[in-house]
């Protein structure tokens, strides 16, 4: 049992880890309950309201483009020539913002429309009010999406083509970065090293106590945002992840390193040091 949890959660860390399309986001932001504020909190810029602002991009472009004349040590003309960048990178932001700006402002409007639907309890008494919260709920995870990776797009050929202002060598320089609002990469992080960090100690046998209530703890956080009881939740991975919490908690209470673990060999080395 220590080996088989052990596994799936190393398994599962390596896996986030390594993996670049991984992000703590959807999940987070999905969160039912009495806790889902806090989990919910935990996302930046959830709706987007930063990402689609169009001052706030052309802010960042702004501070960007003083990084990367430092980052690239630009002379006059250089400068010049980067200028010219960053206002037709704007000039195409503006355009973008003819095409879409009714669309994205009726979009924040249903996600006001939303969020005052999630604060009156009345809701969640009526059968069709929380299924049309739901419906809403999911239409408008898919609405932006576009929009976002449009804009992704532009950062990515703004920093390129600033980059190509420098010549050879200062184009060997990394470019420098561009701060995403919607960045939870640290989280992303925080997930990823606690699993590895709690497999890799379960299948040693190493620390298998604190180990099995990391584990635990993990699990119990993912439990408790889909309560069953509350309408819309998610309860399909509920029964696998209640029963390995379950034996997670099992491996804490019996200390089970001592058995064919490194745990064993720590406690012999312990009693002779007291010894």
Known sequence: MRLSIGWH???????????PSFTSRYFLSQAKGPLAPLYQGMVRDAEGRERLDADAIKTRWQEYWQRA????????????????????????????????????DQYFKECDRLRAARQDSTYRDVEHRWKWMLEKEAELRTTPQPWFKALDVAHRQYQQDLHAVGNESQRKRDLPYLP??????????????????????????????????????????VLVTQPPWVPGAEVGFMHYQLVEFVAALLLAATGAGMFAGLDFFLARLWKKKSA
């Open 9 to 19: 959660f190393l398994a599962e860390g390596i896996n986030k880890a390594t993996s």
């Open 180 to 221: 995403d609002p919607a960045d939870i990469s640290g989280t992303d992080r925080l997930v990823s090293i606690w699993h590895i960090v709690a497999g890799a100690c379960l299948m040693l046998g190493l620390f298998t106590r604190p180990a099995a209530i990391a584990a635990a703890l993990f699990l119990l956080s």
């Open 69 to 104: 004349a430092e980052h690239y040590g630009w002379d006059d003309a250089q400068r010049k020539q980067a200028e010219q960048v960053r206002q037709r990178s704007e000039s195409q932001l503006e355009n973008f913002v003819n095409i879409f700006g009714e669309d994205i």
